[in-house]
Every structure is written in structure tokens, then in C-alpha cells.
């Protein structure tokens, strides 16, 4: 009787195994979209990019303002980590933002069509947080947001909550983006993504943001001096032409003597 228990209980667990590995495609797909929502193109306010690498964010976001679904861009500036080395070494590089902004005007989009907002730290909770409060501010209510693939259902409820009554948010990825729920097992950085999202829908959605205010232990304290520190920086103005002159010039060191014409060219990126 014992043995033809056992019998059965493995039977049992071989089926169940079967049967996943039969539906894994539809099951894999189906976990994929959990995290994806791309909604049709719709006339907005403003188109906001929230996504990262920043030169597919703009292209997507220059495709909409060009076709007519919104009439201007938000840009959102933060420092990064590593600007502090590139500095310290003389080494004249754009920022994320000046890149989307590079693109946008490469593509069409008129500068005074652009707005850059400088926050003191980036990520998805605190980007939509700052989108949210330039909206109120300004009135506005229909949105474009462009961001990653597997950030497009997280990024419309979060900012769907945070602007309120009847605010409308359509959530775009660029055409571009590498990140495909029907296969997104085959491919090591979709499988990442995947993962890291679905870690963020718990910190969002259950913890409320855990590390929103990063209070009560020395490493917070220390984060948050840093932050605020680093939040008192100024960002140079965007300028293309200088940028683009950067470029060309690049790997230059600010410490080396430069000629009279030199001199002229590096103030607008000093």
C-alpha cells in the first residue's frame, strides 16, 4: 500500500513536470507581459522620457512630437556617479540628458520645444514623482511617458496614482528596446530586467519605495548628506555646438594650456 502511494505521489509530480514543460512558452510569455504596457500613440500634453540608454528614449520621443502627439519634452538631469572621475580627469563627456537632448535636435524637435528638469537622484519612483509634480504645477494632464519595455505597466500605475482625477498616461518603449516578452528567457539581459522588475513591483507596490527617505542608520545619513550635496551642484546650459566641438576634441585635458581660440570654444561646456 506504502509503495503504491509512492508510486503515485511520483506519477503525480512527472505529470505536473510534464505538463509545465509542455506550456513553458505560453507561461514564460504570459510572466513576461505581467510587466509590459504599451498603449497606441494618443495626443498628450507632454511627451517625459524616463528611459535609459537616453539616445533610444529620444528617438521614440522625437518620433511622437514630430507626428503631432504632443507639442514638447521633459528631460530629467541628475548627477551621476561617475561624473566626479571624469571631472577630476579633465575629461569632457555629455551628460545623459544632453545626449537625449543632442538626438531630439538632430531629429527635429525645436530647442524651445525642450524642457530639462535637474533632480537630485534618478530611478524609477523618484523620476515619476518628479514628473507627476511638474504636471500639477503646470496643469497638465495627458502624458507620454517613454521607458523601458519591462518599466511601461509599473511606470503608467505609479504615475496614474501620483497625478490623480482624470489623468491619462500613455506608456511608450523605443522601438528599439531589446527587451521581448515572448522570448524574454532566451536573452541573459532580458532575463535580468525581468527579474530586477519584478523586484521593483514589490519595493513599489508593497514596500511604498523603501528606500524613499533613507533615514535611520549612518550609511542612510551619509547617503542623504551626499544627495543633497551633490543636488547644490549647477549644470552648465546645453549647448549642441559645444558638445558636438567636445566631441571632436575629445579625450582633452581642462588643464592643458589652451590657445585664444581654444579658450573661446570650452567656456559654454566649463
Known amino acids: 500500500m506504502r509503495m503504491r502511494r509512492r508510486w503515485g505521489v511520483l506519477a503525480l ?6 505538463s509545465l514543460w509542455i506550456a513553458r512558452v505560453p507561461l514564460l510569455t504570459w510572466i513576461g507581459r505581467l510587466v509590459v504596457e504599451e498603449s497606441a500613440p494618443q495626443r498628450a500634453d507632454l511627451v517625459v522620457i524616463l528611459g535609459s540608454p537616453p539616445a533610444l528614449a529620444a528617438e521614440e520621443a522625437a518620433t511622437l512630437v514630430m507626428n503631432g502627439y504632443a507639442p514638447r519634452v521633459l528631460v530629467f538631469a541628475s548627477r551621476t556617479e ?3 572621475i571624469l571631472d577630476r580627469l579633465g575629461i569632457v563627456m555629455p551628460k545623459p540628458h544632453e545626449v537625449a537632448m543632442l538626438v531630439l535636435g538632430r531629429l527635429g524637435v525645436r530647442t524651445d520645444a525642450i524642457t530639462v528638469e535637474h533632480i537630485p537622484r ?8 518628479a514628473t507627476a509634480k511638474y504636471a500639477r504645477q503646470r496643469g497638465l494632464t495627458r502624458l507620454i511617458v517613454v521607458t523601458h519595455r519591462s518599466h511601461t505597466k509599473r511606470t503608467e500605475r505609479l504615475l496614474k496614482a501620483s497625478l490623480g482625477g ?5 506608456a511608450r518603449a523605443p522601438v528599439r528596446d531589446g527587451f521581448q516578452p515572448d522570448r524574454w528567457w532566451r536573452d541573459r539581459d532580458s532575463t535580468r530586467d525581468l527579474l530586477l522588475e519584478l523586484l521593483s513591483w514589490f519595493n513599489s507596490f508593497v514596500l511604498g519605495d523603501l528606500w524613499r527617505q533613507e533615514v535611520g542608520s549612518v550609511a542612510s545619513a551619509r547617503s542623504v548628506a551626499l544627495s543633497k550635496v551633490l543636488s547644490f551642484r549647477k549644470f552648465p546650459p546645453y549647448n549642441p555646438a559645444c558638445f558636438e566641438e567636445a566631441f571632436r576634441l575629445w579625450p582633452r585635458s581642462r588643464s592643458a594650456e589652451p590657445s585664444a581660440a ?3 570654444r570650452a567656456k559654454p561646456c566649463a
Open 166 to 170: 482624470p489623468g491619462v498616461v500613455i
Open 82 to 84: 561617475t561624473e566626479d
Open 13 to 18: 509530480v512527472l505529470a505536473i513536470a510534464l
Open 122 to 129: 534618478s530611478g524609477t519612483n523618484a523620476l515619476i514623482r
Open 262 to 264: 581654444g579658450t573661446e
